[in-house]
């Protein structure tokens, strides 16, 4: 299976590709980029997302959440990272989200066959053991989507800097239908 990236860069083959051979994928996707920049016009919009919510999910390269939300560019902020867990700086981001950029909702979405559930906090300890020292952030891994959902949408309305808390909603997108399956918040 090939990506958009790898057939465009295979088949168009980029003059900034580097050596030959190709060069690196990032050689590539700075040609691939120099076509769309040839091509770009200002979409003439502001920072402030026009539909007003931010997307916090995995950063799993399965997830391609516009499509399967319906959003547009500059309808909505997308947070990801390693599981799409609600950590420090996911609640960082969306501080500045809301009370800089005028979002109000909040989406949290995991995704079922995650790499996150086959990982535990021993993951630091091995880093540890591996570079000489442990690192500061948590793993954030979890073995149930659902219950990782709940705990983050009651991260996200408990946060004291957070101005939006009423419109949080939680899901499991599954990678083999492309459907979400909304996760209700603990009782």
């Not at 580097?18 to 980029?33: I, K, Q, S, Y």
């Not at 402030?48 to 916090?56: I, Q």
């Not at 009370?99 to 909040?106: F, P």
């Not at 066959?113 to 000489?132: A, H, I, K, P």
């Amino acid at each position: 299976m090939s990506t958009s990236a790898q057939s465009s860069a295979e088949t168009d083959s980029p003059t900034t590709s580097g050596a030959a051979g190709g060069g690196t994928v990032t050689d590539r996707l700075l040609g691939l980029n120099t076509r769309y920049a040839e091509a770009f016009t200002d979409p003439g919009m502001d920072a402030r997302p026009v539909l007003k919510v931010a997307v916090v999910a995995c950063m799993d390269a399965r997830l391609d959440l516009h499509r399967a939300l319906g959003l547009e560019l500059g309808d909505c902020h997308t947070i990801r990272n390693a599981g799409g867990v609600v950590t420090d700086d996911v609640l960082r981001s969306l501080t500045i989200s809301q009370r800089a950029l005028g979002t109000r909702s909040v989406i949290l979405i995991h995704h079922t066959n995650c790499g996150m559930e086959s990982l535990t906090e021993g993951f630091r300890q091995e880093l540890e053991l591996e570079v000489g020292q442990r690192p500061a952030w948590a793993v954030e891994a979890y073995s149930d989507a659902d219950q990782d959902v709940r705990q983050s949408m009651q991260r996200v309305r408990t946060s004291p800097f957070l101005l939006h808390t009423d419109d949080v909603r939680g899901f499991v997108f599954d990678v083999t239908t492309g459907k979400l399956r909304e996760i209700l918040p603990a009782s």
